[in-house]
T-cell receptor
Framework: DAGVIQSPRHEVTEMGQEVTLRCKPI?????LFWYRQTMMRGLELLIY????????DSGMPEDRFSAKMPNASFSTLKIQPSEPRDSAVYFC???????????????FGPGTRLTVL | AQSVTQLDSHVSVSEGTPVLLRCNYS??????LFWYVQHPNKGLQLLLK??????LVKGINGFEAEFKKSETSFHLTKPSAHMSDAAEYFC???????????FGSGTQLTVLP
């Protein structure tokens, strides 16, 4: 299994530009999560989907952020317009009930390091 | 409500000596607890998971953790550190059927030669 795939791995852009981050979850997983990691705030959940439907977007910081999941194998996180304070590492994770009980295990992608100048 | 506290932001050990990374949690329900590891410029990798089946959980790379309900702790240990263990370690809690994970602030492990 290829694991969770994210692209690009690194993105450098200028303030005001639109940024689109992409994620391919593990095949068969029905939950997809977007996280942001910064030095100041650590790891924060932004939004998650179940069967392509957004379930909880309370972590999305502002209307400049939007996420979509048009099908089971692809999701995007878009920032428009981007600002320097959006600089962070953005992780995508996916999960599916594993039969072990309790909360499902989430498997993380390698992340996208975003720098907004 | 749930929260997790990692008691040490940095831990330094010599290669071949034991590792102890401390974690305390708070949860209103029966928690699921995880330890993840993050190597520099990499994603998070699952080390182990506790789901109430057994209080001593064995993970990958020789790591294990013990769930102690009376102490609300889930400390991560390894008998003998290896240079490749140098990384940041996150203790994570989730409650009941909730999908939301709450991450600790992380512990940076340094392994000295």
């Amino acid at each position: 299994d290829a694991g969770v795939i994210q692209s690009p791995r690194h993105e450098v852009t200028e303030m005001g530009q639109e940024v689109t981050l992409r994620c391919k979850p593990i095949s068969g997983h029905d939950y997809l999560f977007w996280y942001r990691q910064t030095m100041m705030r650590g790891l924060e959940l932004l939004i998650y989907f179940n069967n392509n439907v957004p379930i909880d977007d309370s972590g999305m910081p502002e209307d400049r952020f939007s996420a979509k999941m048009p099908n089971a194998s692809f999701s995007t996180l878009k920032i428009q317009p981007s600002e320097p304070r959006d600089s962070a590492v953005y992780f995508c994770a996916s999960s599916s009930p594993d039969g072990a009980g309790g909360t499902d295990t989430q498997y993380f992608g390698p992340g996208t390091r975003l720098t907004v100048l | 409500a749930q929260s997790v506290t990692q008691l040490d932001s940095h831990v330094s050990v010599s290669e071949g000596t034991p590792v102890l990374l401390r974690c305390n949690y708070s949860s209103s329900y029966s928690p699921s607890l995880f330890w993840y590891v993050q190597h520099p410029n990499k994603g998070l990798q699952l080390l182990l998971k506790y789901t109430s089946a057994a209080t001593l959980v064995k993970g990958i790379n020789g790591f294990e953790a013990e769930f102690k309900k009376s102490e609300t702790s889930f400390h991560l240990t390894k008998p003998s550190a290896h240079m490749s263990d140098a990384a940041e370690y996150f203790c994570v809690v989730s409650s009941g059927s909730a999908r939301q994970l709450t991450f600790g602030s992380g512990t940076q492990l340094t392994v000295l030669p």
